[in-house]
């Protein structure tokens, strides 16, 4: 089985990544699953997002959960009933979960040249540091902003939250791993500290980054 990668972050906060290249049939028969996941598995029409779905099962069967334990609140918002927190992420053939004491979010995003088109719809005050006419560092950088917004969105989950005029991301440095960002929404204001790193895969084209953030 294709566990691509485990990172023991602390002593209470672990990320697995999962490679997904085995079929539908050889996924769905690792698992158990409760009806309500189930019918939803049964409404989804691609098969890419099948696979996708039944490996983030196979990971949380890695940690020692089954299905029975995964719960979704009324936003979508994961999680168990324990004092583990959960996040998950799928992007093309990987998928990824967070699971730790502490408040956490994680996206994974395949590295795209599209990015730069759709850069104005979630960047404001990273435009300061950001720099479009270095193409390969611009479109890692939002790929991390991006993902930062999204791993932020995951946590806060509230309606309205926009990722360019409330989630500000600080500078940093592809040479690193770590930056920090705030949340500035109506009068609540959060910080998060943010990590992020590339993964790929011998197994196919592109790259991938992989972001987490921890509520402060």
């Known amino acids: 089985m294709p566990l691509f990668q485990t990172i023991q972050f602390n002593e209470t906060t672990k990320i697995l990544i999962w490679e997904i290249t085995e079929s539908f049939d050889e996924l769905y028969s690792c698992v158990t699953l409760k009806e309500k996941t189930q019918k939803r598995l049964d409404g989804m029409k691609s098969q890419m997002h099948q696979r996708a779905f039944l490996s983030v099962r196979m990971l949380i069967q890695e940690m020692g959960f089954t299905d029975k334990d995964l719960h979704y609140d009324e936003f979508g918002k994961p999680y168990f009933d324990c004092h583990n927190y959960i996040s998950i992420t799928h992007s093309y053939h990987f ?118 953030a921890f509520e402060k």
Not at 114 to 128: G, H, L, M, S, V
């Open 95 to 212: 998928a990824a979960i967070i699971i730790s004491h502490e408040t956490v979010g994680i996206d994974m995003e395949l590295q795209r040249e599209k990015i730069q088109r759709i850069a104005d719809k979630f960047t404001d005050f990273e435009c300061d540091y950001l720099n479009p006419s270095s193409t390969e560092e611009y479109i890692k950088k939002l790929t991390v902003i991006w993902g930062a917004k999204e791993a932020i969105f995951k946590i806060r989950n509230e309606k309205g939250i926009s990722f360019k005029d409330h989630i500000n991301v600080d500078n940093f440095s592809l040479e690193e791993t770590q930056t920090h960002a705030s949340l500035h929404f109506d009068d609540l204001i959060k910080d998060f500290d943010v990590h992020y790193q590339e993964i790929k895969s011998d197994n196919f084209d592109g790259k991938f980054t992989l972001v987490y």
